[in-house]
């Protein structure tokens, strides 16, 4: 009948929690997509991404899949992500700050951002994974993008301790 039970951060908000996923492969991947989509198969990442900002509505994502947001061609869905414009006519307007880089997420923690969108993916110069966030012992010295261990924590500085609720890391 097309209809489908509520993911675990519906859950979590119909109960006023804060949500959030941080992953160091890509957000949109089958694990995370787990927790905040509904779609018939993992290979729906640029439809895993439209319903984490426009249908779940994820306070706090954290991870790779830049692509999967800002992708030009239909996904197995027949989603397409509209280039950049996603981001600026989607997240944007529902109040997320989005961050590409360690600098950028640091500044919004210290903004006090309670809605986050952080794309990472080291852009060059060495080793970068295919699948997720460059493993800190393969990453550059003159990267951008955050060490593994720091995202999970700048997650939780985000959420309203009055609103304490689920991030999940994959």
Do not use: W
Not at 56 to 72: E, H, I, P, Q, S
Not at 142 to 158: F, K, N
């Amino acid at each position: 009948d097309g209809s489908h039970p509520a993911n675990v951060l519906e859950l979590m908000q119909r109960r006023g929690k804060a949500t959030g996923l941080v992953a160091t492969s890509t957000i949109t991947h089958a694990t995370p997509a787990a927790f905040g989509a509904h779609v018939k198969t993992r290979k729906c990442e640029s439809e895993i991404a439209r319903q984490y900002i426009v249908e779940t509505k994820v306070d706090v994502l954290l991870g790779d899949g830049r692509n999967k947001f800002v992708a030009g061609t239909p996904d197995a869905c027949q989603t397409v992500a509209n280039g950049t414009a996603f981001i600026a006519e989607q997240a944007v307007p529902r109040g997320y700050a989005v961050v590409l880089n360690a600098a950028q997420l640091e500044a919004a923690v210290a903004a006090q951002s309670s809605k986050l969108l952080g794309l990472f993916k080291d852009p060059g110069g060495g080793y970068v994974s295919a699948d997720g966030m460059t493993p800190d012992y393969r990453r550059s010295v003159a990267s951008a993008e955050p060490p593994r261990a720091g995202v999970a924590p700048a997650a939780l500085a985000t959420r309203d301790p009055q609103q304490a609720g689920l991030v999940t890391t994959t």
